[in-house]
C-alpha cells in the first residue's frame, strides 16, 4: 500500500497534469480550488480522476469542506 | 409526416433523423438545466417520436455541452417563479410542469423504438432521470449521477424513483437517494445502472454503434421484447408527483432554493 506522502504526491502530480498547472507550483497545504483555478464542475472531473487513478470511491459528503491536498490525500489514504 | 423533412433546431435541443435513428442533442448553457422553454421543446421531440416511430428503429439523446449532460431541473427558474406567485398557485405550477415532463418521459420509456442516453459529464437529478427513461445508458468514464434534491428538502420529481427502483438494487437506490452522493460511471456500470463504458467524449459514437446494431432486429420482436422486459410504474410514478408537491409547499424547499440560487460555494452541487 502507498504512504500517505506517496499519495499526496500523486495527486499533485495527477491534479497538475490534468489541469495543466506547472507541479512545482503546488504545495500540500494549499487551497486546491485556487491554485488549480477550478469550479464546481472541474472539481467533479477531479473527483472522478481521482477515483479512476486510485481505484477507490469518495463519497462527495467526506469531501465536504476540504479544500487542501494534504487533507484530499488523508481522506484518499483511508479509502486504499 | 417523412423522417427526410425532420430536423429541427430549438433553443435549447435539436432533433434530427440520421440512418432510422432520431438523435436529441441538448445545448442549454451551462449544462442544460430543463426549464419551462426545454420541456416545450422536450413536448416537440416527444410528438416527433410518436409521429415517426413506424419508420424509425432507435433514438439517440445526448448532449453538447462540456459541463455533462444534463444538471437537472432549473432551480433559479422555479425559484424566481415560485417567488412571483402565490403559494397555491407556485404548487399548482410545479404540478402542471411535472405532469407534462412525466408525460415527455413516459413516453421515451414506453416507446416501441430502442432508446439510448450517451452521457458524459454532470448527469444529475433530472439529468439522472432523462436518462433512466432511456432502454439503455452509454457513459463515458468522465459521467457522475446523482440525486442531490434532498439536500432542496425535496425528492427527484421526474419519475427518477420509480425507475431506479425498476433497474437497479435496493442498496444503491437508497444510497443515491438518502445521501445524494455521486457515482463515477465504473461504479454506475457495476451497480447496473450503465450499459456500456465508453472512453472520453467517446459515448455518442458508441451509442450510434449500438442502435446500428439494433437495426438488424425485426421491429416488431425488438417492441414485443421490450414491453416484455420493461414496465413502466404509472401508478409510482403518479405517487411521486403527489409527494413532491406535498413536500414542495414546505418554507424549508424556498429555503432550500434561495440558499442554492445564491450560493458562491465552490462546491454547490454537494449535499
Known sequence: MPTAKDTLDEILTLAAAHFKVPREKLSPDEDFFKALGIDSLQTLDLLTKLESHFSVELPDYELQGVSDFRTLAGKIQARL | ?271
Not at chain 2, 170 to 177: F, G, M, S
Not at chain 2, 194 to 220: C, I, M, N, P, Y
Not at chain 2, 240 to 265: H, N, P
Request: hydrophobic share 40%; net charge neutral; glycine share 8%.
Open chain 2, 1 to 271: 409526416m417523412s423522417t427526410a423533412e425532420v430536423t429541427k433546431r430549438g433553443e435549447t435541443m435539436s432533433y434530427q433523423v440520421h440512418d432510422g435513428v432520431l438523435e436529441l442533442a441538448l445545448y442549454r448553457s451551462p449544462c442544460n438545466e430543463i426549464g419551462s422553454l426545454s420541456l416545450e421543446e422536450l413536448e416537440s421531440f416527444s410528438r416527433a417520436l410518436q409521429d415517426l416511430e413506424s419508420q424509425l428503429h432507435a433514438v439517440i439523446v445526448h448532449s453538447e455541452m462540456k459541463a455533462g449532460f444534463c444538471a437537472g431541473a432549473d432551480l433559479r427558474e422555479l425559484y424566481r417563479r415560485s417567488q412571483e406567485l402565490k403559494k397555491a398557485d407556485a404548487v399548482r405550477g410545479v404540478r402542471d410542469f411535472l405532469e407534462r415532463i412525466h408525460r415527455v418521459l413516459n413516453t421515451i420509456d414506453a416507446s416501441p423504438l430502442t432508446t439510448i442516453a450517451a452521457v458524459h459529464g454532470v448527469t444529475f437529478g433530472g439529468g439522472l432521470e432523462l436518462a433512466l427513461a432511456c432502454d439503455l445508458i452509454i457513459a463515458d468514464k468522465t459521467a457522475r449521477f446523482a440525486f442531490p434534491e434532498l439536500r432542496l428538502g425535496l425528492i427527484p420529481g421526474f419519475g427518477g424513483i420509480p425507475r431506479l427502483k425498476r433497474d437497479v438494487g435496493n442498496a444503491v437506490v437508497r444510497d443515491l437517494l438518502l445521501t445524494g452522493r455521486s457515482f463515477n460511471s465504473t461504479k454506475a456500470q457495476q451497480i447496473g445502472l450503465v450499459s456500456q463504458l465508453a472512453g472520453e467524449g467517446e459515448a455518442l459514437r458508441a451509442a450510434r454503434a449500438t442502435a446500428e446494431q439494433v437495426r438488424k432486429f425485426d421491429r416488431e420482436t425488438s417492441a414485443a421484447a421490450k414491453r416484455f422486459i420493461k414496465s413502466i410504474p404509472y401508478e409510482e410514478l403518479k405517487a411521486e408527483i403527489d409527494i413532491f408537491c406535498s413536500l414542495f409547499e414546505r418554507a424549508a424547499v424556498q429555503a432550500g432554493l434561495k440558499k442554492f440560487v445564491e450560493s458562491a460555494d465552490a462546491q454547490p452541487y454537494l449535499p
